[in-house]
T-cell receptor, first 111, second 113 residues
């Protein structure tokens, strides 16, 4: 089955700096790669996703890149703000079935 | 839209008791997922349904866990008997088909004493 590894486990940046979170996956059949943000005590919420026919996707300050050959994908947040502080999860799966999640990255943005 | 609805939001029970968690997916969604989240194991997929049919239950940890979806608007996750190591937050999520975003419910925080 799919195995997803996520790094780093914690990340602290200064407000205005960029943050990058990286994930690798094992199953070459996976074609759907979402990123979720989870604030303390809240539910995970999708912030961006990418499918295997696309190498990069951007939505305002958030971008995701996918390298299918190397089986890794990354989340990039630019101009970070304190409200970006949360735990971020990557996931991989065939469509959205049987998705496996990474262990999460706790991002802290210091004002 | 009310989103995915889960009940109860918090459950405290004693070891050996039966626990039933409930989920109402977003109306019109035909895929439903049950997850468990703990600090040690992260977010784990337990089981998912397509059109009310269980597709993959390989994530269900033991025979003590069972899930049903009797109709398109209701699902249950049952633990019998419960054990302290079952303490976790259980999330239900739903999506429209296999190609779209999963929407998570608010979760049920289960504590087994």
């Amino acid at each position: 089955g799919e195995n997803v590894e996520q790094h780093p486990s914690t990340l602290s940046v200064q407000e205005g700096d960029s943050a990058v979170i990286k994930c690798t996956y094992s199953d070459s059949a996976s074609n759907y790669f979402p990123w979720y943000k989870q604030e303390l005590g809240k539910r995970p919420q999708l912030i961006i996703d990418i499918r295997s026919n696309v190498g990069e996707k951007k939505d305002q300050r958030i971008a995701v890149t996918l390298n299918k050959t190397a089986k890794h994908f990354s989340l990039h947040i630019t101009e970070t703000q304190p409200e970006d502080s949360a735990v971020y999860f990557c996931a991989a799966g065939y469509n959205n079935n049987d998705m496996r999640f990474g262990a999460g990255t706790r991002l802290t943005v210091k004002p | 839209d009310a989103g995915v609805i889960q009940s109860p939001r918090h459950e405290v029970t004693e070891m050996g008791q039966e626990v039933t968690l409930r989920c109402k997916p977003i109306s019109g969604h035909n895929s439903l997922f049950w997850y468990r989240q703990t600090m040690m194991r992260g977010l784990e997929l337990l089981i998912y349904f397509n059109n009310n049919v269980p597709i993959d239950d390989s994530g269900m940890p033991e025979d003590r866990f069972s899930a049903k979806m009797p109709n398109a608007s209701f699902s249950t996750l049952k633990i019998q008997p419960s054990e302290p190591r079952d303490s976790a937050v259980y999330f239900c999520a739903s999506s429209l088909g296999s190609y779209n975003e999963q929407f998570f419910g608010p979760g049920t925080r289960l504590t087994v004493l």
